[in-house]
Structure formats: C-alpha cells, structure tokens
C-alpha cells in the first residue's frame, strides 16, 4: 500500500521556466511533509518542508503548497535551473499521536531535467 | 554537506556473509533512522534509534540489526546476506525524538553489492 504517491516518474522543463513537481498521499495522520533532491551517488538533501497547519511554505525559488482536502501537495521551483536537474522525492510523517514518530513515508520520486 | 556520515561508501560481499554500516549523526543531534534504497522499492524505513534506544521500527529482516552507542553514533548489522539485500543504505539524524516539523538530514549512504 503507496501511502505517498508521485505519479510522474519524470518531468523536462526549460531554463527560466516554472517547474511544479506533484506528490499525492492517503494516510490523513499525516502531519508534516518534506521534499528532497538527490543526485545520484548522493544521499537525499532537505529542501522545503511544510506542516499541515499551513498550505503553502516559501524559501527562494522553492515554495510548497499543501492542500489537505485533496490530500495533495506540489513543489514549485522558479525559475527552473539546469542545476536543480535531479531526483526530487516527497516524504510524509506522522508524528503526533502516532506509533512510529521518525517515520519518513517516501514517494517513488520525480526525475526533474531542465534544458539549457 | 549534511554534517551526516556513512562508511563505508561501496561494499562488496558474497551471500551468506555478515556486514556492519557506520554511521554518524550530525552534532547534537540524538536520532539516527536507517534507510533502504533499492530499484523496485523506493526508500524504505528501517529503524530509528533516539539517544540509545529503540524508537520505531519499520520493514526491517530479522537478519538486520541495529544499534546506538553512548556516542550516538550507530551500526546497522546485516547478517546471512542474500543478493536482494544488494541496495543503497542510507542512514539520517534528527535533533529530537522525530515526527512533527523535524527534519531528517540524510547521509551519503552506503552501496551494498552481494554477489
């Protein structure tokens, strides 16, 4: 059972354009959802993250929105770099009232490519 | 650089051996989770520890162990190894217990290859 759901394996996005990467989940105990990058040989680095009091999160070029009625929530990153080329994963967690606190759910992740 | 840190970086062992991951937190931070990474699975979690004990425990063989030192840091322990253990073995600290609004800081990871 896929709790945390990315749908599109992949995503190509010109320079200077807006990419919008989309993770869905089911698990409504879900409180606090992270996004990473990971480039290959490399482990996964943080990038933004929001808790589910809010629906959207700023940092640069970063912003995360949250929208817990569809239980769904997407990355924008503008404007796009050939350097945020990369697998980019959503993660959830459960932490309050729940049994396996540090648990990070993981999607299958998005391979973002953004053309020069 | 993440302050989190693995080794080895590659290991290569046969099936049926045993093999033991380092990793280390970054300062101050008191738990460390272990990771799985493999093609058809995705990222998997395996095991917390917080400040030496047990605090949740996902997917993981009873032929893997895992363990926090007074130090913090930690050892994953993978015994009688079979070639779908082979995978990308990260390792990640938080600064408390983990869950709501703390981050996780991950490690390079460690590539294990059975053959």
């Known amino acids: 059972d896929q709790q945390v759901k990315q749908n599109s394996p992949s995503l190509s996005v010109q320079e200077g354009r807006i990419s919008i990467l989309n993770c869905d989940y089911t698990?409504?105990?879900?409180?606090?959802f992270l996004w990473y990058k990971k480039y290959p040989a490399e482990g996964p680095t943080f990038l933004i993250s929001i808790s589910s009091i809010k629906d959207k999160n700023e940092d640069g070029r970063f912003t995360v929105f949250l929208n817990k009625s569809a239980k769904h929530l997407s990355l924008h990153i503008v404007p796009s770099q050939p350097g945020d080329s990369a697998v980019y994963f959503c993660?959830?967690?459960?932490?309050?009232?729940?049994?396996?606190?540090?648990?990070?759910?993981f999607g299958q992740g998005t391979i973002l490519t953004v053309h020069p | 650089d993440s302050g989190v840190t693995q080794t080895p970086k590659h290991l290569i062992t046969a099936t049926g051996q045993r093999v033991t991951l380092r990793c280390s937190p970054r300062s101050g931070d008191l738990s460390v989770y272990w990771y799985q990474q493999s093609l058809d699975q995705g990222l998997q979690f395996l095991i917390q520890?917080?400040?030496?004990?047990?605090?949740a425990k996902g997917n993981i063989l009873e032929r893997f162990s895992a363990q926090q030192f007074p130090d913090l840091h930690s050892e994953l322990n993978l015994s009688s190894l079979e070639l779908g253990d082979s995978a990308l073995y990260f390792c990640?600290?938080?600064?408390?217990?983990?869950?709501?609004?703390?981050?996780?800081?991950f490690g390079p990871g460690t590539r294990l290859l059975v053959l």
């Open positions: 990640a600290s938080s600064v408390s217990r983990g869950g709501y609004q703390e981050t996780q800081y």
């Open positions: 520890y917080y400040n030496g004990e047990e605090r």
């Open positions: 698990n409504s105990m879900f409180d606090y």
């Open positions: 993660a959830a967690s459960a932490g309050v009232g729940g049994t396996s606190y540090g648990k990070l759910t």
